[in-house]
């Protein structure tokens, strides 16, 4: 799976890192070819081969380790704005059992 | 995995509360991410729950997840074409829920920087447009796979996957801007 590209420029880019990938499926990773599939490789939605050259290449690349430490620390951050408010929750909770044992009649 | 026979008031309960249940504080999250205020989304998942318990008996047992945002995306789809589709934005709430700055000072390094980013992170998501804004409550904070969001939102994955690389990117640049994050380099 692959980010979708924006301009003509980047997605001829894009065709050339593919036709290298088909050509050589073992090469190491590139900085563009990271840089093209790290929003995917941070949500762990790779495969496991593009999860093993992604891996490699971040091994030894400072500024492609970076980004990642960069798009990690605003992913962490998104996920603490979300911590679901305990009152809905827990009346949602209280509805789901007056559901199961059948205290709210159905209205259908 | 359900046997069917015991499906029945008993088995259904029993379905219900091992694979609904522990479920509801994703359906908020994504109700709240879809409706962008907290009272409605009480009332999506409330809906949610109701028609789930209605259809347990025809629920094969695998995947609640799933089953269970499809639901929830057909009962928005009913409520929205009963109301105005525009309310889409509500800024206020989930900025109200940032974490507050205090003093950070004897804190460790890393524990600072979080505060600071989250100090600022709720202006940088009020000024995304709503369709990024939503694949990152989805995927960021309510933690979907791309595949759960495209269902919910009704697009393909490669428009899931478009839209969030763009919302990061402006977030990061909206961060850049303000000296939180190192600025974008490719």
């Not at chain 2, 789809?77 to 205090?102: I, Q, S």
């Not at chain 2, 505060?115 to 933690?143: M, W």
């Not at chain 2, 839209?163 to 939180?180: F, M, N, P, Q, T």
Request: net charge positive; proline share 6%; aromatic share 4%.
């Amino acid at each position: 799976m692959r980010a979708t590209l924006m301009s003509p420029l980047m997605r001829g880019m894009g065709l050339m890192l593919r036709v290298r990938r088909r050509l050589r499926p073992d090469a190491p990773a590139r900085c563009p070819e990271v840089a093209r599939v790290l929003q995917s490789y941070l949500d762990g939605e790779v495969d496991a081969r593009t999860l093993r050259l992604v891996s490699a290449h971040l091994e030894d690349c400072r500024r492609c380790g970076l980004e990642v430490e960069t798009y990690t620390a605003l992913k962490q951050a998104l996920h603490r704005v979300g911590d679901p408010p305990a009152e809905p929750v827990e009346r949602l909770r209280t509805f789901a059992a007056q559901l199961a044992t059948g205290d709210i009649p159905d209205q259908s | 995995m359900r046997d069917p026979a015991r499906t029945g008031p008993r088995g259904s309960e029993a379905v219900f509360q091992e694979q609904v249940v522990p479920e509801i504080d994703v359906l908020y999250r994504v109700a709240l991410s879809i409706t962008r205020s907290h009272a409605d989304a009480e009332d999506l998942v409330q809906d949610t729950l109701l028609r789930a318990y209605r259809a347990i008996d025809r629920f094969d047992g695998r995947h609640p997840r799933a089953w269970l945002l499809t639901i929830l995306r057909n009962a928005q789809v009913n409520r929205t074409r009963r109301r105005r589709p525009d309310l889409l934005h509500d800024p206020d709430e989930v900025t109200r829920r940032a974490a507050t700055t205090e003093d950070t000072r004897a804190q460790p390094e890393e524990a600072v920087m979080a505060g600071v980013l989250d100090e600022h992170l709720g202006a940088a998501l009020d000024a995304l447009p709503v369709k990024f804004r939503q694949v990152v409550d989805l995927i960021d904070v309510s933690e979907l796979s791309y595949h759960e969001a495209a269902d919910v939102l009704g697009v393909p994955i490669g428009t899931v996957m478009s839209r969030l690389s763009r919302a990061r990117k402006r977030l990061r640049d909206h961060l850049a801007r303000e000296g939180i994050l190192p600025r974008r380099r490719m």
